[in-house]
Each structure stands twice: as structure tokens, then as C-alpha cells.
């Protein structure tokens, strides 16, 4: 039982001084503002659409209230079912700088949203493409500083703000982004780990990837170099393989957090939370069991096993096993509750963040058994493998 609170205690430790990195030099979108003129490079705002008729509105309204004097607005219906089509008619019927793409078949050899990303990157004429997902919306000041940032990289990208409502958005969707602000260091995705020896560095660097498809900006130069889309036809995650390919071809990725500019409500109910996850959790660790089992046990281990300790040693009077669960725990929760004061989340859920884990230990059952069962994972009225 002390091992698995060494374990625990030890691993918190590592991921605090990561998290501690990050809370510095996860920056949010500079300040700056750009000049209202007319040299300034055209932007040009992809909108990749399917059944999105219940946020496409808010989505489109948003991005066509830029304070920037250059852009266009381009959004693909991918052959919706629900009605976005025609809203989208509707709203390019009546503003100028909307552009509305009905989306062609899908080629059996590309999945849905690496299709509609790719039309939209042929129709648009910007000299900086900018691809937001139908749920996002941005204020009104995010995409001139979008652009202050790519003055001196290849290519950003923005986690949002995530918005949360209901009591399962609050314990899951936090953990997304606790993974990625405890286990990867947000400063070795733009610049190259220099503590690596030289003859590693080219090798290693696609390891420290990343990106949210949710916001993400090219130059159009890096965007053709890497071959856009096109490069990443077939993948679940495109957004980490676009950033592979981005570090692979030698080009510069800088992340950001987009709290108070970049707005994103992912799902609107548990059962799309579930499935939404459910496409992508296992695709994540590479379809690789062993990994995906091993990171399991260490969670189980890390952030579920210290409560059971403090009560076991609460009930037999043992000091020992007080302190370092007690130790595991406040770390957990200061861990937690520093990101959820990053991005505006209530305090509440740092207590619950073992709920959040366990939650995802059902899903990873499901992923598993939909993998070795050959189950075939749909979203959106498609089949994704």
C-alpha cells in the first residue's frame, strides 16, 4: 500500500513542476492589436459544418464581427441533414463577406473532417488560414491578435475556454486539458528541447505535439509545405498530426490558451460527451493496448488509490499512511484547482477530479472493446474506422 502512495506522491511531484512551467508559459493571445489597414495580409476564417444547426449561428456571427480590416468567412455544409444548410443560406443571402460551400461526396479514403477542412482551404484566397470548429465562437478581438502571433511562427494554435454546464462536462472535459498541462511542456512544442542531445532533438521533436483542432492558423506557405489537409486524410486526431507534420517539416508550431477570446462548448449532451470521447480516447494512445493499459493503472494508482488509503488509515490509526495520502491528495487538488482558476472553472470539481478519472476508466472498457470486437465507431452519421 506505501508503494502505491510513493507512486502517487512521486508522480504528482513531476507533473507540479510541468504544470508550474506551463502556468507560465502557456500564454494567452497577445495583446496587441492590428492597425486598422488595408496591408495587412487577408485572413481567411474555415468553418467545417455537419448537423451543426444549433450552434452554426452563433459560430458564423462571431467570427464575421472580427475588428480586423481583411477577411472572409467560409463555411462548408458537409452534407448536413439537420438544417444547417439551410441556415446558412439564409445568412450568406444577407451578408456579403460569408461565403457558403455545399460540400462534395467524401472520397472513401478520407474521413469527414480532414474532407471539409481540405475544400475550405482550396476555396479560400487568404494569405493566413484559420480553421474553427461549428462550436466555437470568438470575440471580437481574437482574430487580429491571431494574427499579431503568427507574425513570427508558421502556425498557432488556441485551446479555448471551455464552456461547462452540466455536472459530467464538469468532471471530464477539464481532464483534457489537466493531461495536457501536466504531461507536456507547453515551451517544447515551439522550440526545440535543448537538454536533448543534438542527434535526438530532429528524431524526438513530433513527440512534443499538439494542437486543438478547435482554433487552429497557418500561413498559407507552411500550410502547402506540410500539403495541407490532404496530409492527414485518415486520421481520427488530425489536429496532433497536422502538429507532427508541422515540427517534422522543420516549421514553427506556437500554442496559446484562448481565455476571454476563443469560446468552445464541445457537446450538448452526456450521451454526445460520451461518444464524442469514445472516438478518439484510444486513437490517442496509438491504438497501442499496452501503453493504454499501463497509463490506466498509473491514474488508478495516482488519483483514485489515495483516497482509499486515507480512509484505511483513518480507520487503523496509521500516521504514516495519513501523511502521504494526505500529501497526494492536496497535491491533486491544487493541481486541479489551478487550471480550473486558469480557465474559469468552478472550484468545486478539484474536489471531484477522481470522478473525472473513473468516468474515463469506463470509457477506455468501451474503447477496448470496441476495438478487439471490430466495432465500428460512428459521429455524426458516420463511420470513422
Known amino acids: 500500500m506505501m508503494i502505491l502512495l510513493y507512486i502517487s506522491v512521486c508522480f504528482l511531484i513531476y507533473t507540479s513542476f510541468i504544470l508550474g512551467m506551463n502556468l507560465i508559459d502557456f500564454k494567452g493571445l497577445k495583446n496587441t492589436i492590428v492597425p486598422d489597414s488595408s496591408e495587412k495580409p487577408k485572413v481567411s476564417i474555415c468553418i467545417p ?3 451543426e444547426a444549433s450552434v452554426i449561428e452563433r459560430c458564423v456571427t462571431s467570427a464575421l464581427k472580427q475588428n480586423y480590416p481583411n477577411f472572409e468567412v467560409l463555411v462548408l455544409d458537409d452534407q448536413s441533414t439537420d438544417g444547417t444548410g439551410e441556415i446558412l443560406a439564409e445568412l450568406s443571402g444577407i451578408i456579403n463577406n460569408l461565403i457558403h460551400i455545399k460540400g462534395k461526396e467524401k472520397p472513401n479514403d478520407w474521413l469527414g473532417k480532414p474532407w471539409a477542412c481540405h475544400q475550405l482551404s482550396e476555396a479560400a484566397s487568404g494569405e493566413i488560414l484559420i480553421f474553427i470548429d461549428a462550436d466555437v465562437w470568438l470575440d471580437a478581438d481574437a482574430i487580429p491578435k491571431a494574427v499579431s502571433e503568427l507574425s513570427d511562427v508558421d502556425a498557432i494554435t488556441v485551446w ?4 461547462l454546464d452540466s455536472f459530467w462536462e464538469k468532471q471530464v472535459i477539464p481532464l483534457i486539458y489537466f493531461a495536457l498541462y501536466t504531461l507536456l511542456p507547453a515551451r517544447y512544442v515551439e522550440k526545440e528541447p535543448k537538454w ?3 542527434f535526438l532533438r530532429n528524431k524526438l521533436a513530433p513527440k512534443f505535439a499538439a494542437a486543438c483542432g478547435q482554433f487552429i ?3 498559407k506557405n507552411a500550410y502547402s509545405k506540410i500539403n495541407g489537409h490532404e496530409s492527414v486524410k485518415d486520421q481520427i486526431i488530425e489536429d496532433v ?4 507534420n508541422i515540427k517534422k517539416s522543420g516549421l514553427v508550431l506556437k500554442m496559446l490558451q484562448g481565455v476571454d477570446l476563443v469560446y468552445c462548448k464541445m457537446y450538448a449532451s452526456n450521451n454526445e460527451l ?4 469514445r472516438k478518439n480516447f484510444f486513437v490517442g494512445f496509438g491504438k497501442n493496448t499496452v501503453f493504454f493499459l499501463l497509463m490506466s493503472i498509473l491514474h488508478l494508482i495516482v488519483f483514485v488509490a489515495p483516497f482509499f488509503t486515507f480512509f484505511y488509515g483513518f480507520q487503523t490509526n ?9 500529501t497526494a491528495l492536496i497535491l ?15 472550484i468545486y470539481s478539484s474536489f471531484t477530479h477522481a470522478v473525472g478519472v473513473l468516468w474515463f476508466q469506463a470509457l477506455g472498457i468501451q474503447c477496448l472493446t470496441d476495438h478487439y470486437a471490430k466495432k465500428p465507431v460512428r459521429w455524426k452519421g458516420r463511420k470513422l474506422n
Open 49 to 51: 459544418a455537419r448537423n
Open 318 to 326: 496509521s500516521v504514516e499512511l495519513l501523511i502521504w495520502s494526505s
Open 241 to 244: 498530426e497536422l502538429a507532427k
Open 332 to 346: 491533486i487538488f491544487l493541481q486541479r484547482a489551478s487550471l480550473n482558476y486558469c480557465f474559469k472553472w468552478d
Open 196 to 198: 536533448l542531445p543534438a
Open 160 to 163: 479555448p475556454e471551455q464552456i
Open 217 to 219: 492558423a497557418f500561413n
Open 274 to 277: 460520451w461518444n464524442g470521447l
